[in-house]
């Protein structure tokens, strides 16, 4: 059974800094891009950010320069740095993973999602 567990939530002032943990298990994705993406009630789930099989990154505009995504295949496990954090950074951040990734910022194309951890971010 696939399964993605996000954790290191939490809550943090603005400028501070907090790492998310995506451990994968059921399957190796090494050759899957994986993505964060973030959600506020009332919102549809935004981009964060992705990471692709060859370990290259792109980044959501409002995030790009404070996140910083890195993945460890020999632990199966994606991670998502955020330093400089904003209180609209304040979310419930997801990871997901997809056999079929081609453009990379777009939800439905990924089939594995992770329950999600909350971020909170006060100002």
């Known amino acids: 059974q696939v399964q993605l567990v996000e954790s290191g939530g939490g809550l943090v002032q603005a400028g501070g800094s907090l790492r998310l943990s995506c451990a994968a298990s059921g399957r190796t994705f090494n050759s899957n891009s994986m993505a964060w993406f973030r959600q506020v009630p009332g919102k549809e789930r935004e981009f964060v950010g992705l990471?692709?099989?060859?370990?290259?990154?792109y980044y959501a505009g409002p995030v790009k320069g404070r996140f910083t995504i890195s993945r460890d295949n020999v632990k199966n496990t994606m991670y998502l740095q955020m330093d400089s954090l904003k209180p609209e950074d304040t979310a419930l951040y997801y990871c997901?993973?997809?056999?079929?990734?081609?453009?990379?910022?777009?939800?439905?194309?990924?089939?594995?999602w992770g329950q999600g951890t909350h971020v909170t971010v006060s100002s």
């Open positions: 997901a993973t997809g056999d079929m990734v081609r453009v990379g910022t777009i939800a439905n194309e990924y089939q594995y």
């Open positions: 990471i692709w099989s060859s370990g290259s990154t």
